[in-house]
DNA sequence: AAAGCGGGGTC
DNA sequence: GACCCAGCTTT
């Protein structure tokens, strides 16, 4: 016997999937995994365009194990995370490296492979080979959180008794595992979502213990609290990347002033980039009346 | 368990 | 202006 939430919510799939490409038939595992990594905390609408053009550019891993990171971190452009494109391109070197070119299917050896997680791991068993595994990402994360925990939203981390409670929901056979999974991420992205959920659109809303609560408020509002944005190091470090994608040739430091007005800052974003392999400094040696003076350069990597 | 890490769209 | 998004890695 399924859950009781699978088979409405495979109906509701089959009617309401969007038609994304690394959904289709003939994308490569490799493909479904590079649309994972990208989907890492960037949504869909902002993926799959650059999605198209990266797989049009490097098909498979050797492909990208063979590219310049600098162009790997220009092709990123914007998406965010920029260490995730850095990860991907030590994946695919891995992948040819230890697998002779073949994504492996196997769930632990995936899970070693850098830049890939718990989640990832399980999505690529799924979506790319169509086997069982406990897909259980932010969206499934507030599915159960409503449906079965009665509540608004998630604890802020990712907890055991969740991961538990998703791998109960899980069906047993491999095809129907595989599609519960990317059913339930779906109908959170779609319809269970964080802000307004579209309750009337919901094939479980006559199941939803917290709809039954009557929706009560989140109780772990008050822990959650996100880094706010303007002004901060993260800002500088994107402005910094910016410039250096920008440039083709390296860029003195006096020119990544336009990163941001406080020296200290700019100082502890580069040095920070240039730890986490982003950004490679370079010194020049020059002469300014007649004295032999070293100044720094900077630039993409590769 | 918590902090750091991009960037853009939405309410 | 706050919140959210198919998380991972390091401490």
Do not use: I
Not at 114 to 129: E, I, Q, S
Not at 173 to 184: K, M
Not at 250 to 275: H, I, K, S
Request: with cysteine; hydrophobic share 45%; charged share 25%.
């Amino acid at each position: 016997m399924p859950h009781p939430l699978v088979p409405p919510v495979l109906d509701w799939y089959a009617r309401s999937a969007r038609d994304l490409p690394w959904r289709r038939p003939g994308c490569t595992p490799w493909g479904v995994l590079v649309s994972e990594v990208m989907l890492q905390q960037t949504p869909v609408v902002r993926v799959e365009p650059l999605w198209r053009a990266w797989m049009q550019r490097w098909p498979t891993p050797a492909h990208l194990a063979d590219a310049a990171t600098s162009d790997v971190l220009r092709a990123w452009d914007r998406l965010g995370y920029p260490r995730r494109a850095l990860r991907l391109q030590e994946c695919a070197r891995a992948v040819v490296e230890r697998h002779d070119g073949e994504l492996p299917t196997d769930e632990a050896a995936l899970l070693a492979l850098p830049g890939v997680g718990t989640y990832t791991a399980a999505a690529v068993v799924a979506f790319a080979h169509g086997r069982r595994s406990v897909v259980v990402d932010t969206n499934v994360r507030r599915v159960l959180a409503r449906t079965l925990g009665g509540e608004a939203l998630p604890p802020p981390s990712l907890t055991r008794s969740e991961m538990a409670r998703a791998a109960q929901v899980v069906p047993d056979d491999d095809a129907t595992a595989a599609r519960w999974s990317v059913a339930v991420m779906e109908l959170g992205a779609l319809v269970c979502t964080a802000r307004s959920p579209r309750c009337a659109a919901c094939p479980v809303d006559d199941l939803c213990a917290w709809r039954a609560a009557g929706m009560p408020a989140d109780e772990h509002a008050h822990r959650r609290r996100r880094q706010a944005w303007a002004g901060t190091d993260r800002q500088v470090r994107g402005r910094v990347m910016a410039t250096l994608r920008a440039a083709d040739h390296p860029v003195p430091e006096a020119l990544l002033v336009d990163a941001g007005p406080d020296e200290a800052q700019r100082t502890r974003a580069v040095t920070g980039l240039v730890a986490d392999g982003l950004v490679v400094r370079e010194d020049v040696v020059g002469t300014v009346d007649g004295e032999r003076v070293t100044t720094a350069v900077y630039r993409l990597p590769g």
